[in-house]
């Protein structure tokens, strides 16, 4: 691992620069097949030495027909001639393309990644004597990310990465890439690059992933437990977004992205379970310590918070646009032997099916079933596959697959391994978050303590309850307690926990809960004077705006009283007028009558005119009987004329 692994990393990054400029399989290759001509001093050379000088010259190993068909390019292009299945240098046309300037500006950034780990790891205890033993480091802990696209990984390759990672190497490496994501952003995009890189190159070995092809065709996803539970937010937050990166990328991939419905039963089952246990010490003790459990345990969740959970997840998985689908009826020819299958399934110590094993073949039934015999030979036509974390479940399932004399793409995958192919279809904005939350979620995972420390761990707590130098209450503080992660995350190997270093913990847990506790006094009193602040703030603008709507109001019936005022003005001026109008017309009538009177009609000749005359003769008889019986003058009649329509105007304005 270690000799030349600068070199052999510069060549990674050289291929995903290649890689992100669109170009096809074999052109990715070329440029290094070329710099390799142009250094290599020989006249002439068959493929196979091309080959092993390309490995020689940029550890890349090139599968030997790529470099046939390679060859016959340059060939085609004049700097080669062929004869008899050997190649000869045409030195009338050169070829220029020299690689070092892009390495030895490659390689700068990989040694100032190799001197910040070598700082980083000496102040945290670790003696690292080079840079290529820094990028050593670095780059076995990457792939321990990486290794899962190799879909048919044997299970020893899986193991010695499993114990690569509890190494306290390892974990440094991990703190390091942690630190360099959080505040450092040029450190971490020279790392993610890494990790990119090494992914590309090891796809490009691989027969059952068509990099040519940027969407899968017809390809349904089936999802596991674990995942499902980090998708839906129960797990911590770097595993929950790399999880819906991941459901995103494969989308962008033209891949469907489904649940079987008894998956969602299985995660029910997994919640009753914890549900029935986590509301005592003694019942946090029973449980297995699984990403799960940790993440409920550690905030703090109530039985009934955790059934609350369960009753939500078909309607939080749908939200987050999963399909939901029954296992398809179950048809023998299409399962192969399921016998055999559980029994890989099964631990050593089982005997029986239990309910884990049972979902698995489910799962793996109906995938076949959904396949309906069809071999595919490239994950882009697969049809189906179910997804799962666990690296022994694929191993698994995979060797059982093979054993039936079963050809093409297995029915399982890892879900790491599913993500840098839907990454490497298309390696655009999204999917370079996706790898960046996924290299948290590593460095995370990395740091948690193994199975055996944590054991060793709750059982030292244990004693000391029963000793009553803790407290119940103390002993589950401890437990979910963040200090406690942060603290066992540094312990490299299983005997640097002892008494002394648990008594350490339990010392730093109750005193950040008493720094916690000040802190969250002095936060409610910073909370209780602003609210006094704004309650007292609030009491001034209510009170001035009191005062404003006082103003508002007075201005207003002022305005109101004005108005009222100058309509009242009106209504006497019009009934002013009626009643002027009206006593006018009356006198008119009285003079008329009493000139027509005393002449006898004598001045009117025409018909209409005596008619007119009669009219006026009969007004002035009524007042005069009005003024004699009733004692109501044409004054009287004019002054009531203008009360009446002075009361109609005011009804009819002022209401």
């Not at 974390?389 to 060797?399: C, D, E, H, K, Y």
């Amino acid at each position: 691992m270690k000799e030349g692994t600068i070199h052999g990393l510069t060549t990674v990054a050289l291929l995903k620069v290649n890689y992100d400029r669109n170009v096809d399989h074999l052109d990715l290759y070329m440029p290094f097949v070329l710099d390799t001509l142009n250094a290599w001093p020989v006249n002439e050379f068959a493929a196979e030495d091309l080959a092993a000088q390309t490995l020689a010259r940029h550890g890349l190993k090139i599968p030997f027909e790529a470099i046939r068909t390679i060859l016959n390019r340059v060939r085609k292009q004049g700097h080669l001639r062929r004869d008899y299945g050997r190649y000869f240098v045409n030195p009338g046309k050169p070829i220029d393309v020299d690689l070092r300037p892009q390495r030895e500006a490659i390689d700068r950034e990989h040694i100032a990644v190799a001197r910040k780990f070598i700082e980083f790891a000496a102040a945290h205890k670790v003696d690292i004597a080079s840079a290529e033993d820094a990028l050593s480091a670095i780059l076995t802990f990457l792939e321990l990310h990486e290794v899962a696209i190799l879909v048919d990984t044997p299970s020893d390759r899986l193991t010695a990465a499993a114990e690569q990672q509890s190494t306290r190497e390892s974990r440094t490496a991990a703190l390091f890439i942690q630190g360099a994501l959080s505040s450092d952003p040029p450190l971490a995009g020279y790392i993610q690059r890494m990790l990119e890189g090494l992914v590309l190159k090891n796809a490009l070995l691989l027969a059952n992933i068509n990099l040519t092809k940027r969407q899968f065709t017809g390809l349904e996803v089936f999802f596991d437990t674990v995942f499902l539970f980090r998708v839906v937010g129960l797990a911590s937050e770097p595993y929950v977004e790399a999880a819906r990166e991941a459901i995103a990328v494969l989308r962008d991939a033209n891949a469907g992205t489904s649940v079987f419905d008894i998956t969602i039963d299985e995660m029910r089952r997994v919640l009753s379970a914890v549900e029935r246990l986590i509301g005592t010490t003694s019942g946090v003790h029973q449980l297995r310590p699984t990403d799960l459990v940790r993440f409920l345990v550690s905030r703090r969740y109530r039985p009934s918070d955790v059934a609350e959970a369960a009753a939500l997840l078909d309607r939080n998985i749908r939200q987050l646009g999963l399909v939901v689908r029954s296992v398809p009826a179950h048809i023998p020819r299409f399962t192969l032997d399921e016998v055999e299958l559980a029994k890989v399934l099964m631990r050593g110590d089982q005997t029986d099916i239990d309910a884990r094993v049972d979902h698995d073949m489910k799962a793996v039934a109906g995938v076949l079933t959904f396949r309906r015999g069809r071999v595919a030979y490239s994950l882009d036509n697969a049809r189906a596959v179910f997804s799962t974390t666990s690296g022994l479940v694929v191993n698994n399932i995979t060797a059982w697959y093979r054993g039936q004399q079963a050809h093409g793409v297995s029915p399982v995958i890892h879900q790491a391994g599913l993500s840098n192919i839907a990454w490497l279809k298309n390696p655009g904005a999204a999917a370079t978050r996706l790898k960046r939350g996924e290299l948290v979620a590593l460095c995370a995972a990395a740091l948690r303590p193994t199975p055996q420390i944590w054991k060793r761990f709750t059982d030292e707590l244990r004693r000391l309850r029963d000793s009553q130098v803790l407290t119940s209450d103390e002993e589950v503080a401890v437990l979910t307690s963040r200090l406690t992660d942060m603290r066992l995350a540094e312990i490299g190997d299983l005997e640097d926990l002892d008494s002394d270093t648990v008594a350490d913990i339990v010392e730093r847990v109750r005193e950040g809960f008493a720094t916690e506790a000040e802190q969250v006094s002095h936060a409610r009193e910073e909370e209780l004077k602003s609210r006094l602040a704004a309650a007292e703030s609030t009491a001034r603008d209510y009170e001035s705006a009191g005062r404003s709507a006082d103003e508002m109001a007075q201005k207003s019936e002022e305005a109101r009283r004005q108005l009222e005022l100058r309509v009242i003005g009106k209504v006497d001026s019009i009934a002013r007028g009626v009643g002027i109008s009206c006593h006018a017309a009356l006198a008119i009538a009285i003079g008329a009558g009493i000139l027509l009177g005393l002449t006898g009609f004598s001045i009117v000749s025409s018909f209409w005119a005596k008619i007119a005359a009669g009219a006026f003769i009969v007004v002035f008889t009524l007042l005069n009987f009005v003024d004699l019986h009733l004692g109501l003058s044409a004054a009287d009649l004019r002054r009531k004329l203008e009360s009446y329509v002075e009361r109609t105007l005011k009804a009819w304005w002022l209401g």
